[in-house]
């Protein structure tokens, strides 16, 4: 019987820009994305037929297809084969609503899995065109690392690596779905952009406070005042605490801070967890293995 578990590691954007909707619905976007270790465990098993996605806790879609199972079934597609019985079993770490990649880290995760399992030729290439088909963050996420995404978020530059650091990621008690967030920016003034050119030559230079100097999310511009109050509590906190820096990461509403000291990171992630329950330690990933 085939079975693999890997980690889906979610994603901050250090950098993240909308440069206007597209024709397609889609909006064009300028980022610069980072995986941390923050991450959810994903089982693929092969089964003797049918598709089964198990989480505790997490509410399933009951009148379509799961973003897992139209992944397994890209994927299968994409090598001319019929889809074998498979469980997906998610044990989830990464909070749902967050701006930090969980659902699409999960996918990835599962098609890792398969290429793994089933297909160890594909090029990493081929692979990140099927995770496009499911979702703009899925490339991403199957990549790993330090990356300029722009399109929709699935045309991927590696970028030299966050330098190493702790970060504090702290999600206050409310989600921030997506798609209400990109209606919010469409005819919104978003302000002033995030320096993307300045995070990705601060990111050659190694030069960690010219990184968290740059940190900046368009988002935070649309946010409504009850919104904006609590990142802006949490960002305030992390900041006291000794971050070099902080931003909300993707729509929101996680927040994240860059720290050079441990010892700091992790007070700050005690006096945030007091007031915050989803509140996490991570370091940054770099490139996944079966990528590089």
């Known amino acids: 019987m085939r079975t693999l578990s890997l980690t889906a590691y979610a994603k901050v954007n250090l950098a993240l820009d909308i440069l206007g909707r597209r024709a397609d619905g889609y909006h064009t976007m300028r980022m610069v994305m980072q995986a941390v270790s923050l991450g959810d465990t994903v089982t693929v098993t092969e089964t003797a037929g049918g598709f089964a996605l198990l989480a505790e806790g997490l509410e399933l879609p009951p009148d379509r297809k799961t973003m897992e199972q139209q992944a397994a079934e890209a994927f299968f597609a994409a090598l001319g084969r019929p889809v074998p019985g498979l469980e997906v079993r998610l044990e989830k770490k990464v909070p749902a609503y967050a701006g930090l990649g ?8 599962v098609l890792r899995c398969l290429r793994r399992l089933y297909c160890p030729e594909m090029p990493l290439s081929e692979l990140e065109a099927v995770g496009a088909r499911v979702g703009s963050d899925v490339p991403f996420c199957l990549r790993g690392g330090t ?12 970028l030299p690596p966050l330098p190493p650091c702790e970060i504090v990621l702290c999600k206050p008690d409310f989600g921030l779905p997506t798609p209400a967030l990109f209606a919010r920016v469409d005819g919104g003034d978003l302000g002033r952009r995030p320096d993307v050119d300045g995070m990705a030559a601060a990111l050659a230079r190694g030069d960690l406070d010219a990184v968290a100097a740059r940190l900046g999310n368009v988002f935070e511009t649309v946010l409504t005042g009850e919104e904006g109050a609590a990142v802006a509590d949490i960002r305030r906190t992390l900041l006291d605490c000794g971050a070099l820096g902080t931003v909300m990461s993707g729509s ?37 293995p079966e990528t590089v």
């Open 102 to 109: 969980g659902g699409s880290a999960d996918v990835a995760a």
């Open 147 to 158: 990356c300029l995404a722009e399109g929709r978020g699935e045309v991927l530059t590696d």
């Open 252 to 288: 929101g509403p996680t927040v994240f801070g860059l720290f050079r000291d441990a010892a700091a990171a992790r007070e700050a992630a005690r006096t945030l967890s007091e007031r915050y329950a989803q509140t996490y330690l991570a370091r940054p990933v770099q490139k996944f």
